[in-house]
């Protein structure tokens, strides 16, 4: 790469200068690579200099360094600016990843990333671990053999019960998401998982029986857990998302007009939901606290429930309810038979949808109700959301009111 200085004469430019402009002065900024500042973690991510032949020294200077760092005797460091796990410490902190609206996605994003720089992630072709392969180096067929690595190991790992595929397809689309920043940034020739096509596979439809619901709601009451039943009443009721309904406070409930509003932490959507009746009957089962005024509380201390928590309590009582398992449709184990799966919370947001359509629901009230993008209808103003989700409900039998 090339500059010109103030002449207009090209010069070379130094490694990590950045020239640029404060005020009407120019300065030089250094800015080293991300495994710069892993070998170094002592070193500022970003220093000024008034002049560009400081600024060069000093950027030969962390060159060298890093050359020298890098080679240790003979044994090579084995981390490299252009690695994978370089790109992954980018990404990271780019906004392409900062800028994600679902904290939940965040995680998600967070544990695959951590499963793939795990040092035994070796296609077997390479025998060097994905996380140290240079990115110009994962080509197609590289790609090809990465997505069978992940699809076995899962196989090895759950001994065929799991759902094929599914690992190594979220996996690749990071991955894909990645690579197209890393082609923006200039740190990839090219983005090979955009050429990666994915198999389809069949989405989860695993739907609750309505007197297990009840059954379950019941066994919550009685175990001394009214909270969760409550919220297992709510995802069904308002077809949402445990994290949704985890999360809801009594300030976002009008006690004037009894609609509940609310913003969806995965998709940004502005919810507007008329408590219905037997949601509003289990309400009178809580206090209001004022201390964080979340509506649920882990019953036995009055701690707001964690995601983490509230997955795993649900999982404690629906075990000790004996919530049975359930046929995965069109999944099978290598043996030919079915595959079963647990029921688990946010099955129900799917089970509230698919009763609301089978009881008439049109597609505008289901997008109310649900907050599911639709082509058609790109913005669902809060009271049309609420008269349409309030009458989607009604046709549910959830209302005793005359539809609006």
């Known amino acids: ?34 495994a710069v500042l892993n070998a170094f973690p002592k070193l500022p991510r970003h220093e000024t200099y008034q002049t560009k032949a400081e600024a060069d020294a000093r950027g030969y200077e962390l060159k060298r360094k890093f050359e020298e760092w890098k080679y240790k005797g003979d044994e090579f460091n084995e981390v490299d600016d252009r690695s994978v796990e370089v790109l992954f410490d980018f990404y990271k902190t780019s906004l392409e990843f900062t800028n994600l609206k679902s904290v939940s ?45 992940i699809e076995d190991q899962m196989c090895e790992k759950f001994q065929g019960e799991h759902r094929s595929g599914h690992k190594a397809n979220h996996c690749f689309k990071l991955l894909k998401r990645m690579w197209k920043v890393a082609m923006k940034a200039g740190y990839a020739k090219s983005n090979v998982f955009r050429e990666i096509e994915l198999p389809e596979l069949p989405n989860r439809q695993v739907m609750w029986d309505i007197d297990q619901l009840n059954g379950m709601i019941k066994f919550c009451d009685d175990e001394g857990y009214p909270a969760m039943g409550t919220m297992l009443t709510m995802c069904y009721e308002f077809c949402q998302r445990p994290g949704d309904v985890r999360m809801m406070k009594w300030a ?39 201390t964080d005024d979340f509506i649920f509380h882990y019953d036995k201390d009055n701690r707001p429930y964690t995601q983490d928590w509230c997955n795993k309590h649900f999982r404690i009582l629906a075990d000790k309810y004996g919530l049975p398992e359930v046929p995965l449709e069109y999944e099978f184990n290598e043996d030919g038979s079915q595959k079963y799966s647990k029921i688990w919370m946010s099955d129900l947001r799917r089970t509230g949808t698919t009763h609301a359509s089978q009881a008439g629901c049109t597609d505008r009230e289901l997008v109310a109700l649900t907050g599911h993008k639709n082509p058609q209808m790109l913005i ?25």
Do not use: C
């Open 1 to 34: 790469m090339y500059i010109t200085n103030e002449q207009g004469t090209i010069m070379r430019k130094a490694p990590y200068v950045r020239p640029r402009l404060k005020g009407q002065v120019r300065v030089f900024d250094i800015r080293p690579t991300q």
């Open 105 to 149: 996605t965040k995680r998600s994003y967070l544990g695959h990333m951590k499963y793939l720089l795990d040092p035994s992630t070796i296609v077997p072709s390479t025998k060097i671990p994905f996380s140290k392969m240079l990115v110009d180096n994962v080509d197609f067929i590289y790609a090809q053999q990465l997505w069978n690595f």
């Open 252 to 290: 976002n409930i009008d006690g004037r007009t009894g609609v509940s509003n609310f913003k969806q932490q995965k998709t940004g959507a502005q919810m507007a939901i008329k408590v219905t009746n037997a949601v509003e009957k289990r309400l009178h089962l809580h206090k209001k606290r004022n």
């Open 380 to 404: 669902v103003y809060a009271v049309q959301g609420e008269i349409e989700s309030t009458n989607a409900n009604i046709k549910r039998g959830l209302h005793k009111e005359t539809r609006v």
